[in-house]
């Protein structure tokens, strides 16, 4: 929505009718000469006349400036008031380009104002003029608390961890700079400044090298008022009795040493340098059962002051089950969320674990009713590890000609119709291309009769000339022997006379 911030600008303001709590994101340049907030309110009625929460209370708002975005005034939370004023616990991210960021912004006209506990990251983002962390613009309050995120990027301006306009603010307490990448630079001229932090913290890389400054300002680090330095390391490099230039400046104001257990900061003309005690390496090591891993960006971590990102990556054919990436022994600070864990301060040997679940799919045939056939594919699901087939039955007058498959799987060629899967990495479908059978169909023989029984030879009434001369033949013999055998039967009879 539109609004004036008696910067002479038209804003744009993230708001959800109460001032706490928006995130906004600006992917334009229409806001290169305007200012932009995540979140405002204003009970002056001066300052932001309409449209926005009254109540004075800006916080936990989130304001992201989009790498494609250019902005002229961009803050996490602006707050004014006549009495009193809050713009606290808010987040500017500056991924693209402004002219002024601030983490909170807040004004009143007779009271006091806070912005108290903001970020501002700058993250691939440029900054043409000044960063504050927190800024009281107009009256008394305090700007403490408040932390600034060098990640990548450049601020041509100054950096301040908190500014106040009236007498009698605080502008120091709690604010933190950190610097987490070698190379970043603040400044363009002499004139620039870092000011108002009482905590610098580092993140080393792991390939950090004598002599390569962390963070280049090219005016003044006015760091007086800074009374710790905490450095990170990520892995375990050998950093026993080197110097690692923390800060090279124009010009340097910084106590005169700073002791830790593992190093020692020191200023060495404009330079605040940190040199470094032995440091005992910790082992970081994977116990996952199976089916994955947790990998680590280091095998070692140096003990207390080392950090790493461990990722939990599934073998193929597994998922990783979300959420269970963890420490599971030694001592460390973990930060675990979704597939990774942070480990920091780790004082021992550590190990992590993560659970992983085998994957199942299945193999179904996908052939249309009526194709001349079918695949006959297996009826239980199947893992990455199995080799499952699918069979091709063409029905009758038909026969097989192909198959094809939808799904992350390798398919043989289907030899004698059987199609056999392997690297299966998803559900399946296999669909079958029959075709009718167009061989000529061979001459079949006439089937064999089925024997007929023997029938017993029968005369016919009605005899034929061969039979009849058998049975003329027949006769004549008959009657030649006729004369023999009465005289044989005479002769009997006389001797039984006799007798």
């Known amino acids: 929505m539109a609004a004036s911030y008696g910067l002479g600008t038209t804003a744009y303001v993230g708001n959800n009718g109460t001032g706490t709590g928006n995130t906004v994101s600006v992917t334009s340049t229409d806001y290169a000469s305007a200012a932009a907030a995540g979140g405002a309110s204003d009970g002056s009625g001066l300052i932001i006349p309409t449209g926005v929460d009254k109540s004075g209370t800006v916080k936990t708002n989130t304001l992201t400036v989009e790498s494609s975005a250019r902005v002229g005034y961009a803050a996490g939370g602006v707050a004014a008031s006549l009495a009193a004023a809050q713009a606290d616990e808010n987040v500017l991210k500056v991924l693209g380009e402004v002219d002024n960021a601030a983490g909170g912004l807040a004004a ?65 307490d709690g604010n933190t700079l950190h610097v987490e990448a070698k190379g970043l630079t603040v400044g363009s001229t002499s004139t620039n400044f870092i000011k108002n932090f009482d905590t610098l913290e580092f993140t080393l890389p792991a390939d950090i090298k004598s002599g390569e400054p962390m963070l280049t300002a090219k005016g003044a680090a006015e760091l007086g008022t800074v009374t710790s330095v905490n450095i990170a390391v990520n892995g375990s490099p050998d950093l026993a009795g080197k110097s690692i230039t923390l800060v090279d400046a124009g010009s340097l104001t910084a106590p005169t040493t700073l002791s830790s257990t593992y190093f020692d900061v020191n200023k060495d003309g404009n330079k605040l340098v940190a040199t470094f005690k032995p440091l005992t390496p ?44 963890k420490l599971d022994g030694g001592s460390a600070t973990d930060s675990c969320s979704g597939d990774t864990c942070e480990l920091s301060n780790v004082t021992s040997d550590v190990t992590l674990s993560a659970t992983f679940t085998l994957n199942q799919y299945t193999v179904k045939d996908a052939t249309p009713a009526g194709a001349g056939g079918r695949m006959e594919c297996p009826s239980t699901t199947v893992t990455y590890f199995d080799t499952p087939s699918c069979e091709a039955i063409p029905d009758q007058g038909y026969i097989f000609v192909k198959a094809t498959h939808a799904g992350t799987a390798t398919m043989d060629a289907c030899p004698d119709g059987i199609c056999t899967f392997t690297d299966v990495l998803g559900d399946v479908t296999v669909t079958g291309t029959f075709a009718k059978d167009s061989t000529p169909t061979p001459p079949q023989p006439d089937p064999t009769p089925d024997p007929q029984p023997q029938q017993p030879y029968v005369i016919s009434s009605t005899p034929t000339l061969g039979e009849l001369g058998l049975l003329l033949s027949g006769l004549a013999l008959v009657g030649a022997a006729a004369p023999a055998l009465r005289r044989r039967e005479k002769q009997g009879k006389k001797t039984d006379t006799h007798q």
């Open 108 to 172: 009143v006209l007779l009271g006091t104002a806070s912005t108290k506990d903001n970020e501002v990251h700058i993250e691939g983002g440029k900054v043409n003029v000044d960063l504050y962390g927190g800024v009281v613009a107009a009256g008394n309050g305090d700007a403490t608390g408040n932390h600034v995120f060098l990640v990548s990027g450049a601020v041509m301006g100054d950096v301040w961890g908190g500014k106040c306009k009236g007498s009698g603010c605080k502008e120091v």
């Open 282 to 325: 910790r082992a970081v090591k994977d116990v996952s059962p199976q089916g994955g891993k947790v990998q680590c960006d280091d095998e070692q971590v140096a003990d207390t002051i080392g950090i790493t990102k461990c990722t939990a990556i599934a073998d193929t054919g597994y998922t990783y089950d979300d959420g269970s990436i």
